[in-house]
């Protein structure tokens, strides 16, 4: 089956400088990546998301690379927030989805 | 729409006793999920339906974890006998389509003692 790897675990970052957080997927299949936000507390919620026919896709201050080749995809987050501050999940499914394989988590803190 | 609700938010018991959790998908969705998430284990697929219909259960962890979906509206999670390593928070999902955003209610935080 699929299995995700992400890294770092933590991440701390000065406000306003960018965030940077790294995936690999085993499975060559996998064609969706979505990356989801968790507040301490609260439920996952989708920030963005990337098909495998896309490199790359941005929406505000928040970006998401796809390397096929090499199987791996990066979420980039520029000039931070403190309500950045959260923990950020990758996954990867394949076309068949409901298989949705979740990596380990990265606890990103946002200092002002 | 309310987006996905579960019940309860919180739930303690003992071991040895059956825990019920609940959950109403988002209307019109076709699939729905549940979630483990622990510390150690992150967030884990244990069984999903598909119109009502159990797909992939191969995430349940053991025989004591069953899962029905009796209409659109409702699914349940069981737990029994329940036991201290089930403490968890438990999510439920539910999505539109193929590889779409997947939309997890608030939780219910089990934990057995």
């Known amino acids: 089956g699929e299995n995700v790897e992400q890294h770092p675990s933590t991440l701390s970052v000065q406000e306003g400088d960018s965030a940077v957080i790294k995936c690999t997927y085993s499975?060559?299949?996998?064609?969706?990546f979505p990356w989801y936000k968790q507040e301490l507390g609260k439920r996952p919620q989708l920030i963005i998301d990337?098909?495998?026919?896309?490199g790359e896709k941005k929406d505000q201050r928040i970006a998401v690379t796809l390397n096929k080749t090499a199987k791996h995809f990066s979420l980039h987050i520029t000039e931070t927030q403190p309500e950045d501050s959260a923990v950020y999940f990758c996954?990867?499914?394949?076309?068949?989805?409901?298989?949705?394989?979740f990596g380990a988590g990265t606890q990103v803190v946002v200092t002002p | 729409d309310a987006g996905v609700i579960q019940s309860p938010r919180h739930e303690v018991t003992e071991m040895g006793q059956e825990v019920t959790l609940r959950c109403k998908p988002i209307?019109?969705?076709?699939?729905l999920f549940w979630y483990r998430q622990t510390m150690m284990r992150g967030l884990e697929l244990l069984i999903y339906?598909?119109?009502?219909?159990?797909?992939?259960d191969s995430g349940m962890p053991e025989d004591r974890f069953s899962a029905k979906m009796p209409n659109a509206s409702f699914s349940t999670l069981k737990i029994q006998p329940s036991e201290p390593r089930d403490s968890a928070v438990y999510f439920c999902?539910?999505?539109?389509?193929?590889?779409?955003?997947?939309?997890f209610g608030q939780g219910t935080r089990l934990t057995v003692v």
């Open positions: 999902a539910s999505g539109g389509a193929l590889n779409t955003e997947a939309f």
């Open positions: 499975d060559s299949a996998s064609n969706y």
């Open positions: 990337i098909r495998s026919n896309v």
């Open positions: 996954a990867a499914s394949r076309g068949s989805w409901g298989k949705l394989q």
């Open positions: 209307s019109g969705h076709d699939y």
């Open positions: 339906f598909n119109n009502n219909v159990p797909i992939d």
